[in-house]
């Protein structure tokens, strides 16, 4: 319990609201949880080459743990999805090398330290460990993957608690029984647009530089990195995607499909088959997370 405490004890400081939720500061938080209760999410993930692409340059993982029994450690969870630009060279190593650089560091930052039986030194915020883990991978893949350029989202779980990351155009939202958030904001030039009132939401759907991006791993020394808290609320999903999926299957669909099922690995594989019978002009990757009801 004392090492959560010191993960979670420091106060962090504002981050902007480029998310359609607003980003939970410490002291707004509200749990949903009882703490004798145990969540035991439910995980399923996805992904195809798609149809007309040879070269496959997403890269999604999934790493969760959970305890049974010892009430001072929380479950916790993290999951990452990226998508290499298809137009640099490297764009699957790129991909690769930035999933795994974010998922050692906070392996080592954050899971490894809740194992700890002995009191350590107070961590940073969770924000800042996220920041400086997507700054780390974003020097390695310019170091190890000259050329190549990634998007990256990764959520951090920690008992009731998601911490979103997001660099590029990978997405993450929320779906319950009422509707389907968006929690990440894409960083193309056509929602810069869209932001500015060039552009309306109609017509950046048929923009033909709807992937054109302004910020994405390896593609700039200093990447933005937005960050948000969200809740865990019992019976919702949490879903990251690339655009081989969102860019595909729309809102609406993918809402339906999610809301309507109990178990994630069945939902992942037709969200990807849906992407595919619609031309799978992309890459497809999906990780759905469902967080159940608390008995």
């Not at 993957?145 to 009731?160: E, I, R, V, Y």
């Not at 969102?246 to 669909?253: H, K, M, N, P, R």
């Not at 992942?268 to 990780?287: E, K, Q």
Request: hydrophobic share 40%.
């Amino acid at each position: 319990m004392f090492i959560f405490k010191r993960i979670f004890g420091r106060k962090r400081a504002p981050s902007l609201d480029h998310a359609k939720t607003a980003p939970l500061e410490e002291h707004e938080f509200i749990s949903y949880l009882s703490p004798e209760s145990r969540r035991h999410i439910l995980v399923g993930s996805a992904h195809s080459v798609g149809l007309e692409r040879s070269q496959d340059d997403d890269l999604s993982l999934i790493i969760t743990g959970g305890v049974n029994g010892d009430k001072g450690l929380p479950d916790f969870g993290l999951f990452c999805v990226a998508d290499g630009l298809g137009g640099y060279e490297h764009g699957s190593l790129a991909s690769s090398i930035a999933i795994r650089t974010v998922a050692r560091i906070l392996m080592r930052g954050v899971f490894l330290r809740l194992l700890e039986i002995e009191s350590i030194d107070e961590s940073p915020p969770l924000d800042e460990m996220i920041s400086d883990a997507f700054k780390a991978a974003n020097q390695a893949v310019f170091e190890l993957a000259q050329g190549g350029a990634t998007t990256l989202t990764s959520a951090l779980m920690l008992d009731d608690k998601i911490v979103i990351g997001h660099v590029g155009d990978t997405r993450a939202y929320l779906i319950n029984a009422e509707k389907i958030e968006a929690l990440t904001i894409d960083h193309s030039l056509v929602q810069r647009l869209v932001e500015s009132g060039t552009l309306s939401e109609e017509e950046a759907l048929d923009s033909p530089h709807r992937s054109v991006l302004w910020n994405a791993m390896g593609k700039t020394e200093d990447p933005r990195v937005d960050i948000s808290y969200h809740a865990i609320i019992p019976n919702t999903y949490l879903m990251l995607c690339s655009d081989g999926l969102w860019d595909v299957v729309e809102d609406e669909e993918m809402f339906q499909m999610v809301s309507k099922a109990r178990d994630p690995q069945k939902v992942c594989d037709a969200l990807v088959r849906t992407a595919n019978d619609a031309g799978g002009p992309d890459n497809v990757s999906v990780i759905l997370v469902r967080f159940p009801s608390v008995k």
